[in-house]
């Protein structure tokens, strides 16, 4: 077979594995997709797959190289993701760009000389994103930690004396997949009290954090024939990951100054969607009142269904925080909260109010992936929870990161004078963007070259926007904070 | 369409979704396999479907039902495991025999009056394993559980108070999902003192449980194009589950004195095999050397992978344990331990050793599964096996689980004298067979209308054998056990 260079192209040829002479005993097993997306970009660089040329369909090139189709998708969705090829849903999916470097496979940050063009030059899949986590970094602001000091040590100890004191013999054993009574009536007041949800404690699922709710929901929905979840653009790089693990589309649906486009959302038929609506991840907005009735149509009129992550939304500092989808759309919305924003992520503990129609499978997924969370921390929680501790936490927690946001706006206007803050009005983390043209990747690659660990924005964008950074105030103090802005503020000038 | 109703009829029959008028809309979300089943039950039942007769294609009816071919598998292995269907791999799913009574979904046992013949009469789905966990039992002989009384929940809270002083403030946050090194490290030496495995902490990863190694490591193999896991038979009808629930087939090897045959496994060309080697559950043998020679020439030779579920290994009376197979396979065997029997399951915390080729792929499912286990429940662990306190639960465990065995010993010779006591040497249950024809799932049901729990036998053969039961004894105190026995000696003869 042979191919033509030449612009414009036919978009009716279909390249074949043979073509591309690929031969999947080369791959790494675990690494078959990235792999794979390695070989077509590639092959797009060198021509044999011209731009404007279409992909095999997955399932063609999945038997052709004896593979699972969901490598070959995922494949596909990184090529889609870091700007090489576009999936048109009917179509198939279409080169659209060559790469304007020599691509390379990506590589571990290297503490010693991390090297800014390379380290984030594609979109970074789960390797990359994990092992910037564990990078070493002297000030680490990246968003979704609490402040960690604050952590309640001496009352975990002792609700942790009591609950083992008063816990039978039989609570050490196989228990309730669900959860333990105790805490799941915990949670019930919880919710009840700071986010209008009426809750019953058996319709409580309780999961080792979001990521496991996703993790849990994506299987329930993919077998119930659901091809996908929209998601918002900006939105949580982590959530996205975690849908398209479970074989799940992503469509985005972006976000603006009323958060989340629910017209975009109903022209593309999406059957679910995973929302931020009380502190959209990672804008800052609030879901706005008409965004909210048009939500409810669309829920009600298409039977879609709202994953609504309700990560931080304790952390108002400026009014009430508003009311849960979940308290008014009970029938539509599957509801996710965690400790992880409260307490500390390390603790694994989350819960889920799924609706009816996905309770059972919900709790069924939970047994089959793990049998339950284990027994003693929700018994320890349960008993933070209604003894009043965990109201103090918080109270404390609103406290401190009140302060730390306020150092690290202070920040920003002394040392980046150009930026433009969003979404400082709760939780732990707040979004800048400058009206300026530079690849924010590579701020962040020579922020973290300088010891400051920071989100680029276009990690939790899947679409074209202003460049930017995710700034999360929460677990470093007043000081850190400053000097973390002040080396942004030193490297930004190199990069425009 | 019409259909004869005369035997023998064609076997190329196919039935489709219209003949038997079925739709999904009338099916529950999350119980469709069960919904199929039963609509396939009463088909066969009214010779709709005829003896003889092909089952529609997988592939074809889940298009036509627009469900997922997951839920028309799952449905049709029903119909094979209660004895409606055969499995022709070639040939697709043949009708092999009519209810002898009118079927049922199963029914949740009532505390107050079970009915002996409804409440077991089919294989139990994870519904009925789930319900019967829960029913209310005076005296529960189920197996698997250690003795919970002995749990050291002084020595576990002296451990946490440590573990929670020294825990710094960035071990609160998300860790790595391979779980904390200081356990990792502890894993490490137990392995090598107990279980003669050498192991490379960075090889081990902290899971929730067996449960959640057979759950990610099912999604593992699935993403590998392995099909099928072949599972002892008898074994453990949990584990069949779990690497059901993950899409896998769990063809049987029959189990003998010796252990799994693996000239059947052999024959049967699968590429993975579920063993417990150092004490077969439910039987109790220990895999001979002949047979581990086989099974290493097994392995080598077809690049097999034995996953070693060595989940009581410890728990010998009469000797050392033998060698977990890892030890001179690390290449092909993926190791499983736990502190559910050791401790408690109510912890949810295990580990994994898998091969090079698959601990990749095995982090990263366990990554997008949860994130990682909880932090601090892994340092406390780790400070009590590396201060010797768990040795000291395991010496403490033999000389408590060794008297109780010996009073079920005593009990079943007093009141059982029929029965024939196999696996006593080791671990937390023993299995008892009878000479006799009846259905062991009626003796399970009477044993519980008197309020005493024990697994029938059957629920953990795929295969036809003699009635038995599997009896746990360490979680049990001796006056309950020989209380326990002697109801199962009173309601015997009711059913031969």
């Not at 040590?153 to 609700?159: F, P, Q, V």
């Not at 679910?272 to 008409?290: D, I, M, N, Y």
């Amino acid at each position: 077979m042979n191919r033509s260079n030449r612009d414009p192209v036919d978009r009716s040829i279909v390249a074949g594995s043979d073509f591309l002479q690929l031969n999947i005993l080369d791959a790494p097993v675990g690494g078959r997709s990235a792999w794979l997306a390695q070989q077509l970009r590639l092959a797009i660089e060198d021509r044999r797959l011209p731009i404007g040329s279409k992909l095999p369909a997955t399932r063609v090139l999945a038997a052709e190289l004896r593979v699972s189709r969901g490598v070959v998708t995922e494949a596909y969705q990184r090529l889609i993701e870091d700007g090489h090829a576009a999936g048109h849903r009917r179509n198939g999916t279409i080169v659209v760009a060559a790469p304007t470097a020599p691509t390379a496979p990506a590589q571990a940050p290297s503490a010693a000389a991390p090297s800014p063009g390379g380290l984030f030059a594609a979109l970074p899949g789960p390797d990359v994103f994990d092992r910037m986590r564990a990078a070493p970094a002297r000030i680490d602001l990246s968003p979704g930690t609490p402040d960690l000091a604050a952590f309640p040590r001496a009352a975990w100890m002792r609700a942790e004396r009591a609950a083992l004191a008063s816990l039978s013999t039989s609570g050490l054993g196989y228990g309730d997949p669900r959860g333990t009574p105790a805490l799941r009536h915990a949670i019930a007041n919880w919710l009840a009290r700071y986010r209008a949800i009426r809750a019953d404690p058996d319709g409580i699922l309780i999961v080792s954090g979001t990521a496991q709710t996703l993790s849990l929901l994506g299987r329930v929905l993919r077998d119930d024939g659901v091809p996908a979840v929209a998601v918002e653009d900006p939105g949580s790089l982590g959530a996205r990951q975690h849908l398209r693990h479970q074989g799940l589309d992503t469509p985005p649906v972006p976000v603006d100054s009323q958060g989340a486009r629910i017209d975009v959302l109903r022209d593309m038929a999406a059957r679910a969607v995973l929302l931020t609506p009380a502190h959209q991840f990672p804008t800052g907005v609030v879901l706005s009142g008409a965004r909210r009735r048009e939500l409810m149509s669309w829920a009600s009129e298409s039977d879609g269904l709202i994953i609504e992550d309700d990560y931080d939304a304790e952390h108002r500092y400026d009014r009430p925080p508003v009311p849960a989808l979940r308290s008014v759309l009970p029938h539509h919305v599957c509801y996710a909260g965690s400790v992880s924003k409260l307490l500390a992520p390390a603790l694994r503990i989350g819960w889920v109010l799924a609706p009816p129609k996905y309770r059972d499978a919900l709790v069924d997924a939970k047994r089959f992936a793990d049998l339950g969370n284990a027994a003693l921390p929700q018994q320890v929680l349960a008993r933070l929870m209604e003894s009043g501790q965990m109201e103090r936490q918080l109270r404390l927690l609103r406290t401190r990161h009140c302060r730390r946001r306020d150092a690290m706006v202070d920040a920003i206007t002394a040392h980046l004078p150009g930026a433009v803050v969003h979404g400082a009005a709760a939780g732990l983390h707040l979004m800048i963007t400058f009206d300026a043209e530079f690849d924010d990747t590579e701020l962040a690659a020579a922020a973290l070259a300088c010891g400051v660990k920071v989100h680029p924005l276009s990690w939790h964008s899947q679409g074209a926007r202003l460049p930017g950074v995710v700034l999360g105030y929460a677990a470093s103090t007043p000081a850190a904070i400053s000097e973390g802005v002040a080396v942004l503020g030193e490297v930004l000038p190199s990069l425009s």
